[in-house]
């Protein structure tokens, strides 16, 4: 490993998978205590229009990806929130449409997009150190975020009715945390892609979930592991010559699996 670090490529790659695991720690950690985890998931394909209108307007697909996801993780909230709709069928169509967007998008631009599957598909070796500023900056954000309203977040994730009765801004604290949820997905799409961000949002905080039961101490586990996960998948992938986003996705599921094993043995 120490070879492959003498490499510009492969230290990008390694601050990028710590930066986006500090993020998936702490707000994987949200999503699986709330169970919000296909509200995350359609934030996630809904990005893929902000990446073709990013194309379109000939600006960089990830400050396009950003702007859309965030306006698509509110609207979802808004719509779910306030209307008779079932969430999950509010969440499917604007998954839809946001794919849709993208492709048209896409399609209306000239040129050849080169590297339009990586973010489809991840390219954890290609993150320029521009995108690096941009991901620490939106951890810093995070980070930012949940010490000013940890309290908030914890009650609505355990109890919203009784969040209610204290005067806990419900509403506008659960579009704070999808607010979040779309920053940390943007920064996953260049590490594992929006097809795979599921799992890396979701895998260390469901293992961490396992072990511990304090939130404090689930988020730092969960983002310890994901370091783990993304510095092991990074480096078999290096040496195996493998697609480093799907490999870091399988050392995650692998890990998920050991943990069921160990939590729930098999009796005799």
């Not at 579009?175 to 260049?190: G, H, K, S």
């Not at 040496?239 to 939590?263: D, E, H, M, P």
Request: with cysteine.
């Amino acid at each position: 490993m120490i070879e492959a670090l003498q490499l510009d490529f492969m230290r990008n790659a390694l601050l990028a998978g710590i930066l986006v695991s500090l993020a998936c720690g702490i707000i994987g950690t949200f999503v699986v205590v709330k169970r919000m985890v296909f509200i995350s998931g359609g934030i996630a394909h809904t990005a893929y229009g902000g990446i073709g209108l990013g194309y379109f307007l000939g600006i960089n697909p990830v400050l396009g990806a950003m702007v859309f996801s965030v306006a698509a993780a509110l609207g979802m909230g808004v719509v779910q929130r306030k209307t008779r709709e079932r969430a999950d069928t509010v969440i499917g169509v604007m998954w839809a449409i946001g794919m849709a967007l993208g492709i048209i998008f896409v399609d209306l631009t000239k040129g050849y997009k080169a590297d339009l599957l990586s973010y489809l598909f991840g390219s954890i070796l290609a993150v320029p150190t521009s995108d690096l500023w941009l991901m620490l900056a939106l951890d810093v954000v995070i980070f930012v975020l949940v010490i000013l309203f940890y309290k908030e977040l914890l009650a609505i994730s355990f109890d919203e009715t009784f969040s209610t009765v204290e005067n806990v801004p419900v509403d506008a604290i659960y579009l704070l945390l999808l607010c979040m949820i779309a920053f940390t997905v943007v920064m996953m799409m260049r590490v594992v892609g929006l097809i795979m961000v599921i799992a890396m949002l979701t895998v260390p905080a469901a293992i961490s979930a396992q072990f511990v039961k304090d939130m404090r101490r689930m988020m730092g586990l969960a983002s310890i592991l994901g370091v783990l996960f993304t510095t092991t998948g990074l480096w078999l992938s290096y040496f195996l010559n493998l697609t480093s986003g799907a490999t870091i996705i399988l050392v995650s599921g692998a890990a998920y699996l050991l943990s069921l094993g160990l939590r729930h043995p098999r009796k005799s």
